[in-house]
T-cell receptor, first 113, second 109 residues
């Protein structure tokens, strides 16, 4: 692994199903983030974690949950997917919350029908 | 939340200069960032301004005026590979990034 990876690359999901998007980084970064990107709206922060064991809510947290059991992994779970959650999801990490650069994963394209 | 405005689209000719403006209103300020995003790819970091003035990095420069809530990204000697979306982002008092919707720059031969 080099950098930050996400899985799956893309997914089509039936409404009401549960889905976990995976994010792993090998840079030993303390801070990790989940964004969604929608046309015309830009990137919006869903949840974040400043260090392992802690998480916080971003701008659009409803319908999503996260956990940060260790430094490397930051999964995002949709408990019961709805069509409005159709989006491209990006995971990002940075050395700390005050670092000036965030490194982004390749993204997961999710379609909820 | 934040209010960040930037133009939706810009077109320029190869070799020319393009300036992308960004205005913002924030609750707290800990820096302004520019990211580049090619179609279908992840955003990548371009520049960071926390103090007023111009930061130059090769063909790219970024300017910040905190009193005016204004920044611009200047792309010089445009190349075809510069065709991408450019995202303005502001970090608030809690160190969280808020992004503008992005400016799609098309470079024509």
């Amino acid at each position: 692994i080099a950098g930050i990876t996400q899985a799956p690359t893309s997914q089509i999901l039936a409404a009401g199903r549960r889905m976990t998007l995976r994010c792993t980084q090998d840079m030993r970064h303390n801070a990790m983030y989940w964004y969604r990107q929608d046309l015309g709206l830009g990137l919006r922060l869903i949840h974040y974690s400043n260090t392992a064991g802690t998480t916080g809510k971003g701008e659009v947290p409803d319908g999503y949950s996260v956990s940060r059991a260790n430094t490397d992994d930051f999964p995002l779970t949709l408990a019961s997917a709805v069509p409005s959650q159709t989006s491209v999801y990006f995971c990002a990490s940075s050395d700390s919350e005050t670092s000036y650069e965030q490194f982004f994963g390749p993204g997961t394209r999710l379609t909820v029908l | 939340g934040q209010n960040i405005d930037q133009p939706t689209e810009m077109t320029a000719t190869e070799g020319a200069i393009v300036q992308i403006n960004c205005t913002y209103q924030t609750s707290g300020f800990n820096g302004l960032f520019w990211y580049q995003q090619h179609a279908g790819e992840a955003p990548t970091f371009l520049s960071y301004n926390v103090l007023d003035g111009l930061e130059e990095k090769g063909r790219f420069s970024s300017f910040l005026s905190r009193s005016k809530g204004y920044s611009y990204l200047l792309l010089k000697e445009l190349q075809m590979k510069d065709s991408a979306s450019y995202l303005c982002a502001v970090r608030d008092g809690d160190y969280k990034l808020s992004f503008g919707a992005g400016t799609t720059v098309t470079v024509r031969a």
